[in-house]
C-alpha cells in the first residue's frame, strides 16, 4: 500500500514551531516528527543514567544533559532530542535558538524503544555522525540487559562494543567511563 508522502517544511518553520509548542519534535530532511511519550522503563533507564553519569563525571569539566536538550546535527539542518548528552569543556550552542540547540556533544545516548528503534540505529546515527565533536553514541535496550557503544576512530570508522546481560560492562571511551549493567538495570523488570 502507498504511503501519502510527508509535507516538507523549512527549517526557519521548524525552528518556529518546536519555539511555539509544549511538544517537542525533531527535524530531518524537512519533515517534522513529534515526539510521543515514552514507557516507564525507558524513563527508569534514563533517569538512572543520568543519576551514573552526573555522579561518575562530577568534578570533570563534563556536563550531562537529559532529553529536553536539542541538538543540531553537523552542517545539516537536522535537530533531535537524544534522551541523554554529555559535553566535556564548553558547550557550543546555535547562535541566538529560541531553544538551547547543543552543537557539540562527546557522547549521545539512546534508550530504545520498538517504535523508534529502527530509526535510532539508521537516519539518527547516520545524521549525529555529521557532529564533528561526537565520539561515541550508545544504545541502552530497555527489554533486555544490553548495551551498545559506538565509538569514533582515529580514521573516522566507528567501531562498535557490545555488552549483554547483568554481570557485564561497557567502556565510554571518550570520557574514560565504564558502566556497568547491573546498576544501569537496577530498576528494571525483565
Known sequence: MLQPQPTTI???EYLALD???DMKH????????????????????????????YTALK???????????????????????PD???VCGERDFVPDATIATLTNPIVIIEVLSPSTELYD???KF????????????????????RVECFSRGDDETWVLSQADGLAA?????????????????EQIEF
Do not use: W
Open 169 to 185: 560492562s561497557i567502556r565510554l571511551p571518550s570520557v574514560d567511563l565504564t558502566l556497568k549493567l547491573a546498576e544501569i538495570y
Open 59 to 81: 568534578g570533570e569539566p563534563c556536563k550531562v544533559a537529559q532529553g529536553d536538550m536539542r541538538v543540531k546535527a553537523g552542517n545539516a539542518s537536522d535537530y533531535f532530542y
Open 84 to 86: 541523554l548528552t554529555i
Open 121 to 123: 540505529r539508521t537516519l
Open 126 to 145: 547516520q545524521r549525529y555522525q555529521m557532529i564533528d565533536a561526537l565520539q561515541d553514541y550508545v544504545l541502552v535496550a530497555q527489554d533486555k540487559a
Open 10 to 12: 523549512t527549517e526557519a
Open 19 to 21: 519555539a511555539e509548542n
Open 26 to 53: 525533531e527535524f530531518v530532511d524537512g519533515v517534522v516528527y513529534a515526539m510521543v511519550g515514552a514507557s516507564a522503563a525507558h524513563n527508569d533507564l534514563t533517569v538512572t543514567l543520568s543519576a551514573i553519569l
